[in-house]
């Protein structure tokens, strides 16, 4: 499986800005995919996460500002960001987990929030 991230940028507090996420090779074994984030001196953590067939879950900090999507047929899953905060600022990571737990990450697309 090889997941590929894009979309990132630089961006004003109140922004928005689309992230895309191209997946290819054995994604049939995929059964979640989502997104996280790792801003500087943090921990990785879950922005959102969409099971195949089940209710996307988003963190309490992006609700209601961020939604998580997929294209099936072109094998694509977006994040679209709006109303952006400076504390969104992170390196934005796609991910595609298995029924057995493997994770499959994408190289990472940086999104910075500031004036």
């Known amino acids: 499986v090889q997941l590929q991230a894009s979309g990132g940028g630089l961006v004003q507090p109140g922004g928005s800005l689309r992230l895309s996420c191209a997946a290819s090779?054995?994604?049939?074994?995929?059964?979640?995919m989502g997104w996280y984030r790792q801003a500087p001196g943090k921990q990785r953590e879950l922005v959102a996460v969409?099971?195949?067939?089940?209710?996307?879950t988003y963190a309490d900090s992006v609700k209601g500002r961020f939604t998580i999507s997929s294209d099936n047929a072109n094998n694509a899953m977006y994040l679209q960001m709006n109303n952006l905060k400076p504390e969104d600022t992170a390196v934005y990571y796609c991910?595609?987990?298995?029924?057995?737990?493997?994770?499959?990450w994408g190289q990472g697309t940086q999104v910075t929030v500031s004036s």
């Open positions: 090779g054995s994604i049939f074994r995929i059964t979640h």
């Open positions: 991910n595609g987990k298995t029924v057995i737990g493997v994770d499959y």
């Open positions: 969409m099971p195949r067939g089940g209710s996307t």
